[in-house]
């Protein structure tokens, strides 16, 4: 929830910095999707959404479905966030009919999944990170349309991550669930590591194996930031 029209200026800065050579997608607030997308139009930047409903259209008052992102311009949507699943109780089970809403109607599904610091003290973190995996998607998703981000909830905004090998031992957990479920289809699902990434750290982050982007939170605001991080994937 940041973002007014005055700070379309960062989408401008992005435009004129150097390309990267990973995929850019900035998720903004409903309010501001159509306007990015036409700053972003002909441009390495795609537009995504922060969320969406399941239903097409409707009698939903305050919701924005996913053929309404499109049309104002968008490509992706972000699912299941953490802080969605806490401040408006979301479950799984919606998150993977809001998955299906959106991959049918054409936009790609980032779907959020993470644990709690209580979960990762614990000790149950993997096993309550792949129950959300398999309970957040619908039983046949478009997987080509389908990105796994993981947000350790613990992270997020605090300026503290995991380690290293913490990183690594999620995200290869994650693709081992992808591969037994999609078979060597789910090699090719991107999984993208969320929570406290910032210029300072996201190149060690990216070279974990099974890491294949991130998902920036906090550092995104800025275009400079959300540049130099770009800059380091690969």
Known sequence: MNGLAADLGEIGKLRIAPRPECEMVVCAPATLVAR??????????AIG???????????????????MLLDAGATHVILGHSERRADHAETSALVARKTLAAQLSGLTAIVCVGESEAERDAGHAVAIVLNQLAASLPEDPVLDRLVIAYEPVWAIGTGRTPSLADIGQMHGALRDALLARFDAAGRSIRILYGGSVKPAN?????????????????????????????????
């Open 36 to 45: 990015m997308a036409q700053m972003a139009a002909g441009s390495h930047i």
């Open 49 to 67: 959404g922060q969320d969406c409903h399941w239903a097409e259209r409707g009698a939903h008052t305050g919701d924005v479905s996913a053929p």
């Open 202 to 234: 996201a190149a060690e982050i990216f070279d974990v194996t099974n890491v294949n982007g991130g998902l920036i939170g906090g550092a995104s605001l800025v275009a400079d930031d959300l540049s130099a991080i770009a800059a380091l994937c690969h």
